[in-house]
């Protein structure tokens, strides 16, 4: 097998085993650690700390140990936040999310930093274009990647639904469900009761041992990888310009007007986890409905993520950003008409379906254009990603309890709009910097807008 190839595939399935865990847990906060709002304020800490953590380590630790043993670290930090959901309460799930987010930054960073390196070494040998390359290897890493929310929620699903109660749920608890829910009482008691701890150690246990695999798999196969643009500037940086690349990467007019679009994703995810599977799903079907419902989107993603990889050669990844705003506002226009019904069972999956189209864009056409717009930065590039992804995660997190659902759909919404305005600005960027010739061509000849911070 050829070796970037082999690479990819390792880092893609120790990601599918890390966030096998991860994501099932995720899923499930809002509405398996809801008393006094627990759940939903671990999350809300692990994206506070991931955006701390995006702001400084990730340059440093990457440039220091090297992508391969930045990602086998960053992975223990998750493998920490499972083993604080053996036991949740404010004294073990506070710090634990803690320690994840402080990982999380420097493990996505490495990883979009390796998959942009293996594919530039490949597209030189190759005699390829980078560009293409780097798009199929991030939508091979997706393909496997967004599996992880399939077999995470397929496990919660199979193991709470030995204790989940059955019956018929009254009228009065489904005018609780949907965008006007009643913040009082979001979930009726009936469907949303906490599993037996049994259970939860059941879950619990088995999502550590996969998190557990994937540090090892990472450790034993993956080849540590250089480019001698790193190792160059390695040599020529400062302690404190490496500390600070992230912020002095935001001297970039791009970097700038793409951070409406990357909020967005932590938006759009957060409302989909937090929200959905708690005020529509958990209400009115139950919680061991909400790990199917999830599969759902999951599946869907894994599959749209390796066609958008393969198809924006030929279509481009404005057309795919366009496609993923139609959708998303589709899905969010519903969601506010919407009144969730058991009856209408079909609809529970529907939405996250679509939404799972949509959100294949964002994921892997986004990474992609870091990687092409910032060839020069990558870390910084990729910090600053998980910076201001995170930012939109505490927010959404952050105001979760406080604000009807109906509101947040409006504000995901209106960051939509916000997302697409400038993320058209930085395409006449580029293509009022390069008329007739690519821009990946421009930046690579020291065009205008290849902007590489001298450290």
Same mark, same amino acid.
């Given at each position: 097998?050829?070796?970037?190839?082999?690479?990819?595939?390792?880092?893609? +399935?120790?990601?599918?085993?890390?966030?096998?865990?991860?994501?099932?847990?995720?899923?499930?906060?809002?509405?398996?650690?809801?008393?006094?709002?627990?759940?939903?304020?671990?999350?809300?800490?692990?994206?506070?700390?991931?955006?701390?953590?995006?702001? +400084?380590?990730?340059?440093?630790?990457?440039?220091?140990? #090297?992508?391969?043993?930045?990602?086998?670290?960053?992975?223990?930090?998750?493998?920490?936040?499972?083993?604080?959901?053996?036991?949740?309460?404010?004294?073990?799930?506070?710090?634990?999310?803690?320690?994840?987010?402080?990982?999380?930054?420097?493990?996505?960073?490495?990883?979009?930093?390796?998959?942009?390196?293996?594919?530039?070494?490949?597209?030189?040998?190759?005699?390829?274009?980078?560009?293409?390359?780097?798009?199929?290897?991030?939508?091979?890493?997706?393909?496997?990647?967004?599996?992880?929310?399939?077999? #995470?929620?397929?496990?919660?699903?199979?193991?709470?639904?030995?204790?989940?109660?059955?019956?018929?749920?009254?009228?009065?608890?489904?005018?609780?469900?949907?965008?006007?829910?009643?913040?009082?009482?979001?979930?009726?008691?009936?469907?949303?009761?906490?599993?037996?701890?049994?259970?939860?150690?059941?879950?619990?246990?088995?999502?550590?041992?996969?998190?557990?695999?994937?540090?090892?798999? @990472?450790?034993?196969?993956?080849?540590?990888?250089?480019?001698?643009?790193?190792?160059?500037?390695?040599?020529?940086?400062? +302690?404190?310009?490496?500390?600070?690349?992230? +912020?002095?990467?935001?001297?970039?007019?791009?970097?700038?007007?793409?951070?409406?679009?990357?909020?967005?994703?932590?938006?759009?995810?957060?409302?989909?986890?937090?929200?959905?599977?708690?005020?529509?799903?958990?209400?009115?079907?139950?919680?061991?409905?909400? #790990?199917? @419902?999830?599969?759902?989107?999951?599946?869907?993603?894994?599959?749209?993520?390796?066609?958008?990889?393969?198809? *924006?050669?030929?279509?481009?990844?404005?057309?795919?950003?366009?496609?993923?705003?139609?959708?998303?506002?589709?899905?969010?226009?519903?969601?506010?008409?919407?009144?969730?019904?058991?009856?209408?069972?079909?609809?529970?999956?529907?939405?996250? #379906?679509?939404?799972?189209?949509?959100?294949?864009?964002?994921?892997?056409?986004?990474?992609?254009?870091?990687?092409?717009?910032?060839?020069?930065?990558?870390?910084?590039?990729?910090?600053?990603?998980?910076?201001?992804?995170?930012?939109?995660? @505490?927010?959404?997190?952050?105001?979760?309890?406080?604000?009807?659902?109906?509101?947040?759909?409006?504000?995901?919404?209106?960051?939509?709009?916000?997302?697409?305005?400038?993320?058209?600005?930085?395409?006449?960027?580029?293509?009022?910097? *390069?008329?007739?010739?690519?821009?990946?061509?421009?930046?690579?000849?020291?065009?205008?807008?290849?902007?590489?911070?001298?450290?």
């Amino acid at each position: 097998m050829e070796r970037n190839l082999k690479n990819v595939l390792v880092i893609s +399935f120790g990601f599918l085993l890390l966030f096998t865990a991860y994501s099932g847990l995720q899923s499930l906060q809002s509405s398996l650690n809801a008393e006094e709002g627990l759940g939903v304020a671990s999350l809300s800490v692990l994206y506070a700390a991931l955006t701390l953590s995006s702001m +400084f380590l990730p340059p440093i630790i990457i440039k220091k140990v #090297g992508c391969k043993w930045t990602i086998a670290v960053s992975m223990c930090c998750y493998v920490a936040y499972s083993l604080g959901n053996f036991y949740a309460s404010w004294y073990t799930l506070i710090p634990t999310s803690m320690i994840l987010g402080l990982g999380g930054a420097p493990l996505w960073s490495a990883k979009c930093t390796y998959l942009t390196i293996a594919g530039t070494l490949y597209a030189e040998k190759a005699g390829k274009s980078a560009k293409d390359i780097i798009s199929q290897y991030f939508g091979i890493f997706f393909l496997v990647f967004q599996t992880a929310g399939v077999w #995470g929620n397929l496990i919660s699903s199979l193991i709470l639904s030995q204790s989940s109660n059955q019956g018929e749920i009254s009228e009065e608890d489904l005018e609780c469900c949907g965008a006007y829910d009643c913040l009082t009482d979001t979930t009726n008691s009936t469907w949303s009761e906490r599993p037996s701890d049994s259970l939860i150690y059941t879950l619990v246990g088995v999502y550590t041992a996969s998190g557990v695999l994937a540090v090892l798999l @990472v450790i034993i196969f993956l080849d540590q990888i250089k480019s001698d643009q790193v190792e160059t500037e390695k040599e020529k940086t400062s +302690f404190w310009s490496t500390f600070l690349a992230t +912020f002095h990467h935001l001297k970039d007019k791009r970097q700038c007007l793409l951070i409406p679009l990357t909020m967005y994703s932590g938006f759009e995810q957060a409302f989909l986890s937090g929200d959905f599977s708690k005020s529509f799903v958990t209400c009115a079907l139950g919680i061991h409905y909400v #790990g199917y @419902v999830m599969i759902c989107f999951a599946g869907i993603n894994s599959l749209c993520s390796l066609l958008f990889g393969k198809i *924006s050669q030929f279509t481009g990844r404005k057309l795919l950003f366009a496609l993923a705003a139609v959708l998303n506002t589709s899905c969010i226009i519903t969601v506010l008409l919407w009144k969730p019904d058991p009856k209408q069972f079909a609809v529970f999956f529907v939405i996250p #379906g679509l939404w799972g189209v949509s959100d294949a864009a964002w994921q892997t056409q986004t990474n992609a254009l870091y990687g092409i717009l910032f060839e020069k930065n990558k870390e910084a590039a990729f910090a600053n990603y998980r910076l201001w992804e995170s930012i939109g995660f @505490v927010i959404a997190f952050a105001y979760s309890t406080k604000l009807q659902v109906y509101i947040k759909a409006y504000i995901v919404l209106s960051v939509l709009v916000l997302s697409m305005v400038t993320y058209g600005a930085v395409e006449y960027l580029e293509a009022k910097s *390069s008329p007739g010739t690519p821009a990946a061509t421009k930046k690579e000849n020291g065009g205008p807008h290849s902007q590489e911070t001298h450290m």
